[in-house]
């Protein structure tokens, strides 16, 4: 609504309106898309071999922790928050401690953030900064390694005074299915370097937008593997459950993209936006390192008050140049994926912080600050730090 009225009092047209409603859309597609590739995933049981092993490290909480964070930061590309989950109903029968659970989700989770093309936040901001995803991988990948590296250490100093590493319950073990569910691993890894390589060959070969080629490859590789194999009318019901949980649980999603671009797009050339613009450049040419600083601020700030990060970040992508502030595009993507990282952590109506609340049965607010607290400043500062250095 505030939107619309700022396009009516800067005297544009319904066209122009519709024109920044749709703003998003390409990120959208992404969105329900993406999570199509899972299907071939589930079909060939793959899933199935991770809960294997994941079963088998019951009583180890450094290798939980350890395996759920990794396993979080290879399947959350393709499941997006379908990862967590899927993780928590394979592993709701037994009895790991809530806390533990909710340190690797989060650890876990927010490192894909930072990396990932299938994810909205990176797809976002490098849409809007014109990077090609060659160039910001490295970077956003090494960021993403480094927090979960901070993040598994934090817990093993944590875990020293809190659990105790027992045997294993050999119950779950199924030591002669060992050897299929190691095949099944490798190929599933297999198959997400490939579909992460393909994106790489697709987007130097055609020049086309990353968010386009992704949202395409989402579509033709699931259908395409149903055919190979012979398995349409499996894959069909697959199909048919997507769609309805797709309807089910996205809808507040897609009005939330859609009004993200329209707000916005409605902001750009405002009074207000302008005095943030001649704000945010001012700390610039005093210390970058204050204005990456005064950016996470931002966003960190308006997300725990209940401002989607997508809402935040749209407004300050459309208003900053990287050149006006000192800064190289990746250095800039990387600073606003960081916090959008982080925010995800802190803000109480977060979807992560919310499912892995409701995962565990704890208030958010003990989850994101309480569990969390530690983790969250020293990926901050590190983090921050990461930009200044390749900026």
């Known amino acids: 609504m505030f939107g619309v009225s700022l396009n009516i009092v800067k005297g544009n047209d319904l066209e122009s309106i519709s024109t920044d409603v749709t703003a998003n859309l390409p990120l959208l597609s992404l969105f329900i898309l993406v999570p199509l590739i899972s299907i071939p995933m ?14 088998k490290m019951i009583g180890r909480p450094r ?34 401690h809530p806390i533990l659970l909710a340190k690797s989700y989060l650890v876990g989770f927010s490192t894909v953030v930072l990396w990932s093309p299938y994810i909205a936040s990176v797809a976002l901001v490098l849409f809007y900064l014109d990077i090609p995803i060659a160039d910001y991988l490295p970077v956003g990948l090494a960021a993403a390694l480094i927090q979960l590296l901070i993040g598994n250490l934090l817990f093993k100093i944590w875990a020293k005074g809190h659990v105790h590493d027992e045997k294993d319950d050999l119950s779950f073990t199924e030591p002669q299915k060992d050897h299929a569910h190691h095949k099944k691993i490798l190929s599933l890894f297999g198959t997400l370097f ?80 302008d005095c943030i613009q001649t704000f945010l450049y001012y700390i610039a040419d005093r210390s970058f390192l ?11 700030t308006l997300t725990f008050i209940g401002v989607h990060q997508i809402v935040v970040v749209t407004v300050l992508l459309t208003q900053i140049d990287p050149g006006s502030v000192g800064s190289e595009p990746v250095a800039l993507a990387l600073l606003l994926m960081t916090s959008w990282s982080m925010a995800s952590i802190i803000s109480p109506i977060n979807p992560l912080n919310l499912l892995v609340s409701n995962s565990v049965k704890q208030p958010s ?9 530690l983790y969250l400043l020293s990926t901050c500062i590190v983090g921050i730090l990461f930009v200044c250095l390749i900026h």
């Open 42 to 55: 589930k079909m060939e049981g793959y899933f199935d071999s991770v809960k294997h092993f994941m079963k």
């Open 63 to 96: 290798k939980i922790f350890a395996s759920f964070s990794f396993v979080l930061f290879c399947l959350g590309p393709i499941l997006n928050l379908g990862s967590i989950r899927l993780m928590h109903e394979m592993l709701d029968d037994l009895k790991i």
């Open 194 to 273: 490939f579909l992460l390589g393909l994106i790489f060959l697709l987007e130097a070969q055609t020049k086309w937008s990353m968010m386009f080629l992704v949202s395409l490859l989402a579509f033709i590789y699931p259908v395409t593997w149903c055919f190979v194999k012979n398995r349409l009318k499996e894959f069909s019901t697959h199909l048919k459950m997507y769609q309805t949980q797709t309807s089910n649980l996205l809808n507040n999603e897609i009005v939330l993209f859609l009004s993200a671009g329209l707000f916005g797009r409605a902001l750009s050339g405002t009074s207000f936006v």
């Open 290 to 300: 204050l204005f990456s600083v005064a950016i996470m601020v931002t966003i960190l």
């Open 365 to 373: 607010l003990f989850v994101g600050f309480k569990w969390n607290g």
